[in-house]
């Protein structure tokens, strides 16, 4: 026998052995919950500063004004942008754009100063972004190389808590779950924001998308 | 494809003898004598525990349904469990159809060769790695050793124990039995170029270990993770992290491979919405963990294009034949019950002497890997690194009852091996606790009721310094399954006050049984 056909027949020995009576599982936690915009949006505010994101709010008409402002701030001269990305978004950005490829080495990806993506889901209760490798948002080595990722939120895309973020993901695709930028507490416990991840996360919440 | 079930089920074997790191070297109360002369040890552990406590219970004091979620975990797990064979079958079907490869192995060895095998065929010397318990259990990183394949640890914990040919002595903190100025000596000795004006600052150091690993992300080209979850609906497996050490492995690297048991499986990918509010919370106190990566098999033109994913047995079969035991497969690897746990507080993790520490560890470990009576097995006595005090119980995100579990595998031991157990228990907790108090007397006398009751489920005669008190009377044994509703119950109540009025605080341990 191979070890497959071993492994599942222990499996139902165990199980023939042990009989274990079918389960229902209640799902009595809270779940579909709706929150007003201004309590999720206060809520989402309130954890991203609890995390060390910076947080910015704006509107969709100064979308790129409030990016370029950010990335001036951030001392930022290249930008890598996903290819599917919004290109009006940073019609006000003055210095080099780098649309991402495929097959661009991960450790070019370094030489960029910071990256600027959509996301496709964002939870306020946890401060999570969800990212999915739309197009908006591009493969994931792009949001994990550079050392500044600044992301758009729109509050539409805000839900109250986990449950409800996780049904609107598509379970294939890549997906990737972002609360603050990395952090290690290895070292006798003490916090220490930027490990291997960008060390600076920004946050653009657009409130009327 | 399934194979049907035929003739007589049989016991499905443990992890077999000497393989992996699921055996220490030492019975409990001696590692633990040991680690007790180790005040910084214990200094770095009470402060480290201490703070993940407080930490864990503000964040689950904040959500109103944190017993509806525990409980819903917990029938989740329970039911992958009785689901097994075919949520397998499905997660290795959908995996296979999203590009990824699936392989089966029966113990850590064939587990190791498994992936040497898969490693050399890239033709790399070297792999990353990522934090994972499974390939610690299997001893993974000295096979490739042997091998002449290099294995880089890449969370920073596990690097520094990597560095210092340590140990791991926590679930999540693996070096949490170190201090700054331990870890600044390390990395002068070990990481090669390192500033020899380091500090013993934690935000330098960790950018000391950024800067020397960034370099083996970006060049090595294959990566070896564990999984937290996998998703037997979609083929979905998920690594929850914080540093990003993580994702660097499972992104961009050409291939990885994956070492999950296979209890880690889920029915559903809803399901993750249970488990990503349980864990992080539960593990280290935070709302959510920085990052967590969910992959479905290849996806062309984004992360690794060679996936390979190992479903491993290595006793969770036979833990899973145990009609009490089997609650222990339900771990998510929180930590949790070790830092509630008093024992591991004053002892760490080395002195369990398995991959798995704490109080999961000492059901847990014997689970996989037995106990064997004749080779005077360190595992026979994990199940007395306790005073059954019910705290882990309490903390544990899917509700696994440790001390039940605990009981009943003491009394497994003690009707195979015919030994003293409750002489077992009591320089256990003697060596731990140091002076026995009210309250160890008192929990005493529970525990050692189920195990020194005989078939009539009466306890008649109990060893000192509790024997006087039950010749005059027989006490019935808390019924198996059921001892932390017999500790809860008025008849448990009566017993154990009786037994603490009988036996004041300032008892002393019998000195023989120290
Ligand atoms: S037994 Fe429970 S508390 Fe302990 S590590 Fe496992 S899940 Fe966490």
Redesign the pocket.
Request: net charge positive; aromatic share 0%.
């Given at each position: 026998m191979n070890a497959r056909e071993t492994v599942l027949g222990r499996v139902r020995d165990a199980l023939a052995l042990a009989p274990r009576p079918a389960v229902a599982v209640s799902r009595d936690y809270r779940r579909g919950r709706g929150l007003p915009d201004p309590e999720r949006l206060d809520l989402l505010v309130d954890r991203l500063v609890d995390y060390k994101a910076q947080v910015r709010t704006c509107t969709a008409t100064e979308t790129s004004a409030t990016l370029a402002e950010m990335l001036a701030g951030l001392g930022a001269r290249r930008v890598g942008i996903p290819a599917g990305l919004d290109r009006t978004w940073l019609s006000d950005w003055t210095g080099d754009l780098v649309e991402d490829r495929p097959d661009v080495p991960a450790p070019s990806l370094a030489e960029l100063d910071a990256v600027v993506t959509a996301s496709a889901v964002t939870c306020a209760e946890t401060g999570t972004i969800f990212l999915d490798g739309s197009h908006d948002q591009g493969r994931r080595a792009l949001t994990l190389v550079p050392d500044v990722h600044v992301c758009v939120v729109d509050l539409s895309q805000v839900t109250a808590g986990i449950p409800e973020a996780m049904e609107r993901l598509v379970p294939e695709r890549p997906t990737t779950l972002i609360s603050g930028p990395s952090a290690t507490s290895d070292i006798e416990l003490e916090r220490v924001e930027g490990v291997h991840g960008p060390r600076t996360l920004v946050v653009v919440i657009r409130t009327d998308r | 494809m399934s194979s049907t079930f035929l003739g007589m089920p049989a016991a499905p074997p443990r992890s077999p003898y000497g393989a992996g790191n699921l055996r220490g070297e030492r019975t409990f109360p001696e590692a633990a004598a040991h680690e007790l002369g180790n005040d910084q040890l214990r200094a770095n552990l009470h402060r480290a525990t201490r703070t993940i406590r407080a930490k864990r219970l503000a964040v689950t004091a904040e959500l109103p349904d944190w017993e509806e979620l525990r409980a819903a975990g917990a029938a989740v797990k329970n039911e992958a469990m009785g689901r097994l064979p075919e949520l397998l079958e499905q997660l290795e079907a959908k995996v296979t159809e999203a590009g990824g490869t699936v392989h089966w192995a029966r113990d850590a060895a064939e587990a190791n060769a498994l992936v040497t095998e898969l490693v050399a065929a890239t033709g790399s010397r070297e792999v990353i790695k990522v934090k994972s318990m499974a390939t610690q259990e299997i001893g993974l990183n000295e096979h490739l050793e042997s091998q002449g394949i290099t294995a880089h640890e890449t969370d920073l914990a596990e690097l520094i124990v990597q560095l210092a040919d340590d140990r791991p002595s926590h679930?999540l903190v693996p070096a949490i039995h170190r201090n700054r100025e331990e870890i600044r000596r390390i990395f002068l000795e070990r990481i090669p170029g390192v500033d020899p004006g380091l500090d013993s600052v934690p935000a330098e150091l960790a950018a000391a270990a950024r800067a020397y690993l960034r370099e083996k992300f970006m060049s090595v080209p294959v990566a070896v993770s564990g999984a937290n979850f996998g998703i037997a609906e979609t083929g979905t497996l998920s690594v929850v992290e914080s540093e990003g050490n993580g994702r660097m492995c499972l992104t961009l690297p050409r291939t990885l491979i994956t070492v999950m048991g296979i209890e880690k499986v889920l029915p559903r990918y809803a399901d993750l919405e249970v488990f990503l509010q349980l864990l992080p919370r539960?593990s280290t106190g935070e709302r959510m963990n920085p990052y967590t990566t969910l992959w479905t098999g290849v996806t062309p033109g984004d992360g690794p294009q060679d996936f390979h994913l190992v479903l491993l047995d290595n006793g969770r079969t036979a833990a899973l034949a145990d009609p009490i035991g089997r609650e222990a497969l339900n771990?998510?690897?929180?930590?949790?019950?070790?830092n509630v746990c008093p024992v591991y507080e004053r002892v760490g993790g080395h002195a369990y002497g398995s991959t798995y520490p704490?109080?999961?560890g000492a059901v847990l470990t014997p689970q996989l890997a037995g106990t064997h009576a004749a080779k005077n097995d360190p595992n026979a006595s994990l199940p007395y690194a306790s005073t059954l005090c019910g705290a882990?119980y309490d903390?544990?995100?899917?509700k696994?009852d440790?001390p039940s579990l605990l009981v009943e595998l003491r009394h497994q031991t003690t009707e195979r091996t015919g030994r003293s157990a409750e002489r077992l228990a009591m320089k256990a907790a003697a060596a731990v606790m140091g002076r026995p108090k009210l309250y160890t007397t008192a929990q005493r006398a529970a525990a050692i009721g189920r195990i020194a009751a005989g078939r009539d489920g009466k306890i008649s005669h109990l060893p000192p310094p509790l024997g006087g008190w039950t010749e005059s009377r027989d006490i019935t044994a808390p019924p198996r399954r059921t001892f932390r509703a017999w500790y809860a119950s008025q008849e448990g109540r009566d017993a154990l006050a009786a037994a603490a009025a009988e036996h004041p605080a300032d008892t002393e341990m019998p000195e023989e049984e120290r």
């Open positions: - | 679930i539960s771990c998510i690897r929180c930590s949790a019950c070790l704490g109080p999961i882990c903390a544990c995100p899917v696994i440790i």
